[in-house]
């Protein structure tokens, strides 16, 4: 960010912080869209159940000296990669990431994903925070920002705590480390999977390519010009059946030529009233 | 050498752009990877081939470190339980190479293969050729076999095909790590055998994934799957034994309705054998139809076909439910029935004949297991407290010897030795290191757990209780020639100084759950507490009590034969992390155990032992710029203190450390 670009964030901080959010906030998303821009399908493998990425709930909770994310899928969380043996926190498919824009001002902040998400935010919805979720401890985690978005690093916040409660994931994040929450606040909570061995530049997300595999999801392109976002929310977030159009629509923006070069999809926040 | 990924390495192909860059911009390829892109870049110039684009690879090196206060010498703890060789030791350090290939055919079809370099050299073996294998090492580079010579082997090679046909998905034709099914029937095989079985599946799916199939024919493998842990090589009933044709199959149904799934996986293994009454049969007991005397053997006729005869064959069928349509309330139910035929013709009485070591009772059996488990998240508006109910009951002849043999755990309870509780007798503590997990069989076990666990920031509460009967309790049940005891049945296992041949004392197998005479029953009582200190550079206290009340009557009609055994200790971990790469950790564990009548037999009457361990333990983890360095070093203090035997010091100081990198 440049210098102008961090006063405008400190002067939205500095407001936000005057209008401090206290309580719940929620957010639900329709259930059976968990095909990315609409055509993406899970990888073959018995272990990705139907509706481990279908994001349905993401619940904020920022009331307490902590935040904390509650993000529930349509199905049980299962671990079928024995995760507390690598140090995880009982799942081992999903990996969340929860954009936070703390200003909704054109040009302030962060205009890409995390490496691996191949998406972009809209001009007014660029990101200050990034929250993750994702089954690997916090010190693989350090260690791949550090390798791949280092650019990003200071403004990616890992949780204090993860637990897994049936259907739901609940990390806890230090409020010191989000911010205050405040009123108008956009959110966006973008699905992946977890994948413990990242292609080069991907940040342990799996890829996307044009047929499924194994271990890869399909319906995609083999370049790195699409979506690989599994599921997200969209439009007011209230889980409206219009809202999966939405998320196909959006996800679905990008470009791709015959060599991988295009434009990636630009996705918005969701900004509770 | 056992080690573990963090997840199952992406198989499929298709990304163009990653092979691509693999092959460019190595700057110093090794001479496999350099000769696979120079053939595939040939490969790609020539008309008819595929392009170089059309596969992607990766790699992986292991190195480990293992030392230890005695004189073996060897790269890992537990190695081979019953076949001597030369790789399994306390002393040592060896690396290890791994090459994945990954390919995509056409639109439908893709392959990968994995090719890695064997375990079992050290570094000081300096050049190991592996081209004669001597009885005794000696210094002509080629002593050691071929598990000291670094040789890559192909460990694994598959085929997918994805053809466009309504309800089919996918066509898997090689190797498997059999995660299809459940650790009831056939299960996840462990991680160091994960390319190792080979088979062909075929899957598809309808409705969206409402309604899921799966159908296989998997290799039956020959060295452990069956009775006496072989198909029949081996086996002393067999002169010309027949393991080509042994196959498991199996079968799952998946229906996946809103907030309810149902489950139905059925599975058999069939192990065949000549029929050596057939006249067309390898060593053929009447080749020419005549008996002794000479005289024609009616019915008997060559007809250039052999008759085969299932030795063993076992069929397993289980059913679960899971329903989540209540909120905050996870509701699971698992019911198993499973059948064992033992043809005693082709099997050797290993209980009678191999001191009670043994994979399951030497008869046919029917019986079946379930578990009920409730999980309640915040119930009563008790924030963050949560509660998880168990029932379980394992059948005392339910005989699943292709079910999970370790690395999953089948009940919540955190058992007897810590690890996890498997469904059948075919548990396998063997190739790992003494610093991983132990499985223990859960054959008869009949009780419940309770675990309630609260999250009171910043201090974190779980406790669980359990009960456990046991369905194999009984009064002179035939250990000689029927039910396997695995020859040491008495005692609290200990696991952290363990051998396979109890020259240690080391107390009851973790496969023993038959005795001649049992009235035994277990409470477990484990309390964990975590202590989160943001002040102190989250810095993270973890202390854990348990306890373990095991009684058993053993002989009914006395009582000075009753074991009493009361079991506790305590272990503290303090782990902080150091800056964003390093964690650093430190612990210690202290156990007593009491136990009367621990040790003896009838006759000659039992005796109590007394013991105390302490242990006391640093760990070190340094992730950094793609590598992952690993390290623990502790030291084991165990004195025994036995009634009539001599008692019995340890002190052990060992060290593990790993390196590991992968692109």
Redesign the interface.
Known sequence: MNAKVSTAVLLALLFAAGTAVAGELEFKDPSGDDKGHGKLVYPTDKAYQKGSFDLVGVTIDASGGDVEVTVEFASKVEDPWDSKSWGGHGFSLQFVQLYIDQDHKAGSGHGSALPGMNVDFAETARWEKVLLISPQPNSRLKSEIGQKAKAQGKDIVLPKKVKVRGKKIVATFKASEVGTWAKGWGVQALVQSNEGYPTKEDLLSRKVNEYEGEHRFGGGNDFDCDSHVIDMLAGAGKGEAGEAKAQYTALGGFTCDASGKGARAKIDMVYPQ | MTH???????????????SS?ACGTWRRPSVVVAALCGAAILAASAPASADIANFDM?GNIYTKWLYRNNDNQGILSYGNPFWPENFSGDNGVGSEFELKLMG?VS??V?ADVRLKSRYGSVWQDFFENGNVSYDEPNTSAESLGLDHGEYVKLRGYRV?I?PPYPYL??V?VGSTDL??FNPWSIGKIRYTDRDNTKGVFV?GSGG???F?W?AGAIALPKLWAGPGWTTGLGDQALDHPLWAKDWAYGT?LDL?LDDI?FTLVGTTTLDYEINRADPDATGALYPNCEDQLGDPIPGCERDHAVDLDERYTNTVGTAEI?F?GID???LHVLGAVATSNIDKRYVTNGVADNAGVFPMPYKDTVDGSARVRA?L??PFGMGDV?VQLEYFYIGPEYVSHFAARR??DVLLTDGLIEGGQLPTLNVANEFQDFDE?FYESVIGWHGGTGIVSA?L?PVTLKFEQTAIGYATNAQGRDVDSVFPDFLHSEGFTDTVLFDYANVLDRGRDPRSVYRKNQERFTTVSVLWTGL?L?ALA?LQVDFKLKYIRDTDGRDASRQDDNYAADIAYGQLTLTL?VG??L?VGLGGQYDVWLEENRSGNESAGYQDYDTTRVRAFTTL?W????AEFAYIIEYVHKEQERELDDDQVFNVLRSKATLGV??
């Open positions: 573990r990924l963090l997840s199952p390495r992406d198989r499929s192909s298709g990304a163009r752009n990653a860059r990766a995509t639109e439908f893709e997918l994805r998905d996918q898997a995660s299809m899957q969206d994934r409402t899921e799966l799952r996946n799934t899971q989540d905050d309330v996870s999980e998240y915040e949560n690395e999953a997990p999250d920031d989160a943001e989250d992390p964003d790469e964690t983890k992730v950094f710029g793609g992968s692109w």
